[in-house]
């Protein structure tokens, strides 16, 4: 079962190489393009930012809002910012980072998960609403839309979970120097263009088996669910209330390119992935819905 996709994708290439190694083209070039400028300066300023006292003692002042608000520890609530500041896969990352080193109480794990999985502004004002729909304001729309649903779930998934009751400081970080945060950088947005150009080549793969118009919408949806920022290009060419709330949905949902990023990091932790799956389809959902209202009186 599982070693079927893989043989269909080497097949697939094998049949057609110039075509898709097009595709992987295309993918390195949007997130040469659109994500690695404005992304990459701020995983490095974040990754320096989170390690600073100052950072550590403004978590542990807010620490009893984010219990009283969402039942999270301290900890919990300093990685919801980052997540908030930089997207994905951070978020993930130092869930899973903070975990191992117990800086996180188990029973809080999969709802912080949960609400430490979102997009950053950089991405969705910068890239999405600036680059692509040539309108930032359209990006920030989108956010209020995103982060609205996913700290909504944040609040359902806290009923009738035990109270989190201590506050646990952030870990410190163990870098020698601004060369490592530069590395850490560095490696997070190789990581993330390399994700972006595999599944940028496997979307048109799937395109391909259903035989679906390359530039009809059915085509950017299903390349939208499985690399999220090819599908948000094809969509914004043209900027309607249902191209916005589709790219919300993408956006939110993740598509597969970054749920594998993040599970990567999580399901060795115990979170259930077809249950983290399942809260995030649902996110996605309720984004899209919001953003197409909002975007009615807008555009």
């Known amino acids: 079962m599982y070693a079927l996709p893989v043989l269909v994708a080497l097949a697939l290439f094998l ?3 110039a075509r898709y190694a097009a595709c992987v083209r295309e993918g390195v070039s949007l997130w ?3 994500v690695l400028p404005s992304v990459f300066p701020f995983l490095f300023l974040t990754a320096i930012l989170s390690d600073m006292r100052a950072f550590r003692a403004f978590s542990r002042r807010i620490s009893p809002f984010f219990v009283r608000v969402f039942n999270i520890s301290g900890t919990g609530g300093s990685i919801l910012l980052l997540s908030v500041l930089s997207g994905y896969p951070v978020g993930a990352r130092t869930v899973a980072s903070c975990r191992e080193k117990n800086a996180l109480a188990e029973g809080e ?6 609400l430490c999985s979102t997009t950053g502004p950089v991405f969705l004002a910068g890239v999405v ?6 309108d930032a ?5 989108m956010l209020l839309c995103h982060l609205c649903t996913v700290l909504g779930t944040g609040l359902i998934l806290r009923i009738r979970t035990p109270r989190i009751r201590a506050f646990t400081p952030p870990p410190a ?13 560095v490696i997070s947005i190789l990581c993330v263009g390399g994700s972006i150009a595999l599944f940028a080549c496997f979307s048109q793969m799937s395109v391909d088996l259903l035989r679906l118009d390359p530039d009809g919408l059915p085509a950017a949806i299903v390349r939208g669910l499985t690399e999220m920022t090819t599908g948000c290009s094809l969509l914004s060419a043209n900027a309607t209330p249902l191209s916005l709330s589709l790219c919300c949905f993408f956006v939110t949902f993740g598509g597969m390119c970054v749920l594998t990023q993040q599970l990567a990091y999580l399901a060795p932790l115990g979170v259930p992935p077809l249950k983290f799956i399942l809260v995030k389809f649902v996110q996605g959902v309720l984004a899209a819905a919001l953003c197409y ?3 009615l009186f807008l555009l």
């Open 173 to 185: 970080a163990k870098n020698t120097g601004i060369f490592d945060y530069i590395y850490n950088a």
């Open 32 to 34: 040469a393009v659109s």
């Open 293 to 295: 209202l909002l975007a």
């Open 129 to 134: 609403g600036g680059a692509m729909f040539s």
């Open 137 to 141: 304001r359209l990006g920030w729309l």
């Open 15 to 17: 049949y057609a190489p």
């Open 109 to 114: 794990l999969f709802r912080l998960s949960c």
